[in-house]
């Protein structure tokens, strides 16, 4: 019946097509940026973090005696520094090695640092790497605009600077720099390169040099760190795994989503939006198919009549005319998946110069493929059955005397 009108046939197939490669493109896109950002994130920050919490609250100097005829007299009283830092990180190591889930580790210093170019000062954020680890964890490597990330091992003046500091520096490859910490202690480093991560809060303030070379610029022992950074096979799991270290140590486990539930919940809500434009996009495909078979069966009413007099039951007509609705789902689904590819590989080509991309993010999901075929069928199916129920309850005997 349908078939014989060509031009609905093509409005209603290209209708689902629309809807069915726009759920690809959106989602693929979407899915695109949420590992984009998640990629950036994780440039600097790892999974869980282990560090030696400061406490918040000072214990008094003295305690009130319980005895209320007693005194307590403190002669002399001096602040004591709390105790920083991770003083054993190997030994801490060693416990990370036989935690299921645990990809890898690496150790840092990191420490407030003020840096110097003339009359030119800047705070920033000085991390001393172990650089194997470092690199194995976040690829560091891979985010050099200039330089050689592994130079920092050669020599222990050699340091790297995120691109957003050496602009605001005004200082470039070769150029010297003078370091200096709260304590007063100073020493002059030589920038062996630029690298650009793409999150700019770290590209701003964020300086590197070789795990050793930190260790001695702050009178450290060789086996201090201020933190340990561990990635895990998923990062969604980063919960369970740190609740699986914190019995083996004394320091602070803590899960990134501790710290960043805000990208947890971005991620979320993009994911949301994709999918709900996309549904609400085949919902409309969906009442345009509607429209069209619900057309048909107020002009072929007479034929519907001549059928049910020749002897077809209610079911026979509704199998008709959703067989035509399922038709135009397949034709559309199919050809609405591979137009929703197209779209995804031209976005994918779109220039986008932040961090490592160089092009737009896409993520080619077989899901997203997947569910925009089972929604679509699902969309043609209610349009094409709602019709056919109206059909299959046609009295012929009505219909021929009118």
């Given at each position: 019946?349908?078939?014989s009108?060509?031009?609905?046939?093509?409005?209603?197939?290209?209708?689902?097509i629309?809807g069915i490669?726009?759920?690809?493109?959106m989602n693929?896109f979407?899915?695109?940026?949420?590992?984009?950002?998640?990629?950036?994130t994780?440039?600097?920050?790892?999974?869980?973090?282990?560090y030696?919490?400061?406490?918040?609250?000072?214990?008094?100097?003295?305690t009130?005696?319980?005895?209320?005829?007693?005194?307590?007299?403190v002669?002399?009283?001096?602040?004591?520094?709390?105790?920083?830092?991770?003083k054993?990180v190997?030994?801490?190591?060693n416990?990370?090695?036989?935690?299921?889930?645990?990809?890898?580790?690496?150790?840092q210093?990191?420490?407030n640092v003020?840096i110097?170019?003339?009359?030119?000062?800047q705070s920033?954020t000085?991390?001393?790497?172990?650089?194997?680890?470092?690199?194995q964890?976040?690829?560091?490597a891979?985010y050099?605009?200039e330089?050689?990330?592994?130079?920092?091992?050669?020599?222990s003046?050699?340091?790297?600077?995120?691109?957003?500091?050496a602009?605001?520096?005004g200082?470039?490859?070769?150029?010297?720099?003078?370091?200096?910490?709260?304590?007063g202690v100073?020493?002059?480093?030589?920038?062996?390169?630029?690298i650009?991560?793409?999150?700019?809060?770290a590209?701003?303030?964020?300086?590197?040099?070789s795990?050793?070379?930190?260790?001695?610029?702050?009178?450290?022992?060789?086996?201090?760190?201020?933190e340990v950074?561990?990635n895990v096979?998923?990062?969604?799991?980063?919960?369970?795994?740190?609740?699986?270290?914190?019995?083996h140590?004394?320091?602070?486990?803590q899960?990134?989503?501790?710290?960043?539930a805000?990208?947890?919940?971005?991620?979320?809500?993009?994911?949301?939006?994709?999918?709900?434009?996309?549904?609400?996009?085949?919902?409309v495909?969906g009442?345009?198919?509607y429209?069209?078979?619900?057309?048909?069966?107020?002009?072929?009413?007479?034929?519907i009549?001549?059928?049910?007099a020749?002897?077809?039951?209610?079911?026979?007509?509704?199998?008709?005319?959703?067989?035509?609705?399922l038709?135009?789902?397949?034709?559309?689904?199919f050809?609405?998946?591979?137009?929703?590819n197209?779209?995804?590989?031209?976005?994918?080509?779109?220039?986008?110069?932040?961090?490592?991309?160089?092009s737009?993010?896409?993520?080619?999901?077989?899901?997203?493929?997947?569910?925009a075929?089972?929604?679509?069928?699902l969309?043609?199916f209610?349009?094409g059955?709602?019709p056919?129920?109206?059909?299959?309850?046609?009295?012929p005997?009505?219909?021929?005397?009118?």
């Amino acid at each position: 019946m349908l078939t014989s009108r060509i031009r609905q046939l093509m409005v209603a197939v290209l209708s689902v097509i629309f809807g069915i490669s726009m759920y690809v493109a959106m989602n693929g896109f979407m899915g695109g940026v949420n590992d984009s950002q998640t990629e950036i994130t994780f440039t600097s920050m790892a999974h869980i973090k282990i560090y030696n919490e400061t406490p918040d609250e000072v214990a008094p100097i003295t305690t009130v005696p319980k005895n209320e005829q007693a005194y307590s007299y403190v002669s002399n009283t001096k602040n004591i520094n709390y105790t920083e830092g991770i003083k054993n990180v190997d030994g801490l190591k060693n416990i990370l090695q036989d935690i299921d889930n645990i990809t890898g580790y690496t150790a840092q210093i990191n420490e407030n640092v003020f840096i110097q170019n003339g009359v030119l000062q800047q705070s920033a954020t000085l991390s001393g790497v172990e650089t194997e680890t470092e690199n194995q964890l976040f690829k560091t490597a891979d985010y050099m605009v200039e330089g050689n990330f592994f130079d920092i091992d050669k020599r222990s003046d050699g340091i790297i600077l995120g691109i957003g500091l050496a602009e605001k520096m005004g200082v470039n490859m070769g150029n010297s720099i003078t370091l200096s910490t709260s304590q007063g202690v100073k020493k002059n480093f030589k920038i062996v390169g630029i690298i650009e991560t793409g999150a700019m809060s770290a590209d701003k303030s964020k300086a590197i040099v070789s795990i050793r070379t930190a260790r001695q610029f702050l009178s450290k022992n060789r086996s201090y760190a201020t933190e340990v950074q561990v990635n895990v096979e998923d990062y969604n799991q980063a919960r369970q795994v740190a609740k699986m270290i914190a019995p083996h140590t004394k320091y602070k486990v803590q899960a990134w989503q501790e710290g960043n539930a805000q990208l947890d919940s971005s991620s979320f809500l993009r994911d949301i939006l994709a999918i709900s434009v996309s549904l609400t996009i085949l919902i409309v495909a969906g009442f345009g198919i509607y429209n069209i078979m619900n057309m048909t069966v107020n002009e072929k009413i007479k034929e519907i009549a001549i059928l049910k007099a020749m002897g077809f039951d209610g079911q026979d007509i509704k199998t008709i005319f959703v067989s035509q609705a399922l038709f135009i789902g397949l034709i559309g689904g199919f050809l609405g998946l591979i137009i929703g590819n197209i779209i995804i590989r031209i976005i994918d080509h779109v220039p986008f110069n932040i961090g490592p991309m160089d092009s737009l993010p896409v993520s080619y999901r077989p899901q997203d493929y997947i569910l925009a075929f089972g929604f679509g069928i699902l969309f043609t199916f209610i349009a094409g059955y709602l019709p056919a129920r109206k059909a299959s309850k046609l009295d012929p005997v009505e219909i021929l005397r009118g």
